[in-house]
């Protein structure tokens, strides 16, 4: 897909990634529109890339993860990406975890990604793409992070069965399943303390396979843990 001129929604667009991913579509000569929770850091990306359209929500409620996404397209005049970049971290061992935390975790991790995705394909021209970011724990569950894995591999196994869905209208999905990376999420957990973990990647970095990964119709990008590379096709 040619990026220049690609209208492009990002929910989660006040997080690190989201945020990243939002100014390098922009730098690549998308019309983007912001969604997410804060307004306020909304409004502050929206200036700094010269007026971005916003749309807020809040991913417990997945009647206004669709609005905004419908909102998004309104402004833009329809779809042709549409990045899922929100997600929050929890830890701890499993039989002391709380049932209101599992629920956040599948509402915020793996809900509301759907719902989104699903609002933003219906928005969406034929050719497309879908990016969502998962999580490298979908490909190795994690002790100690298993409500929190769980999430993520659900959302990633939707994905996958959504991805031939989608084939026929040449929608790509692109499941994106990044390593431990320096953004803060850790220590943004709604449950725990997160054990020490090294980065495999920076922000730029991830930012940028993302980014090509939509150009050239990449459906899914994981981390290899043994060969500690990326993978995926
Ligand atoms: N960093 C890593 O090591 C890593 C590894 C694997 C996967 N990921 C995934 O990458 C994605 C981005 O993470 P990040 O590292 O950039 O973390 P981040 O900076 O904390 O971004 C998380 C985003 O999720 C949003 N969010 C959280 N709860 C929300 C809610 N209830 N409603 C609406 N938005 C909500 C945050 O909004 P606010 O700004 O309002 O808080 C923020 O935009 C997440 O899906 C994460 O799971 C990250």
């Not at 042709?80 to 049932?99: K, R």
């Amino acid at each position: 897909m040619d990026i220049s001129g690609a209208r492009a929604v990002v929910a989660g667009a006040t997080g690190v990634l989201g945020g990243g991913i939002a100014r390098a579509l922009h730098s690549g000569g998308a019309r983007v529109a912001l969604a997410g929770r804060d307004e306020r850091k909304l409004a502050a990306l929206a200036d700094e890339l010269g007026g971005a359209p916003i749309s807020v929500f809040d991913a417990l409620d997945l009647k206004r993860c669709a609005a905004a996404v419908d909102e998004a397209a309104d402004a833009l005049g329809g779809l042709d990406v549409v990045v899922v970049a929100i997600g929050v971290a929890a830890f701890g061992p499993a039989d002391a975890a709380d049932d209101a935390v599992t629920e956040h975790l599948l509402a915020v991790n793996t809900k509301a990604p759907m719902a989104l995705a699903r609002a933003g394909v219906a928005r969406m021209t034929d050719g497309g793409a879908v990016a969502v970011l998962s999580a490298i724990l979908a490909d190795y569950p994690t002790a100690g992070m298993a409500a929190y894995s769980a999430s993520k591999a659900g959302l990633s196994a939707w994905l996958t069965a959504v991805r031939p869905e989608l084939r026929r209208r040449g929608v790509t999905v692109f499941d994106v399943r990044p390593p431990h990376i320096e953004t803060g999420l850790a220590g943004r957990a709604i449950a725990g303390q997160a054990p020490p973990m090294k980065a495999a990647a920076t922000v730029e970095q991830l930012v940028s396979l993302v980014v090509d990964g939509i150009r050239t119709g990449r459906r899914e990008l994981r981390y290899d843990l043994q060969k500690g590379e990326f993978a995926g096709r």
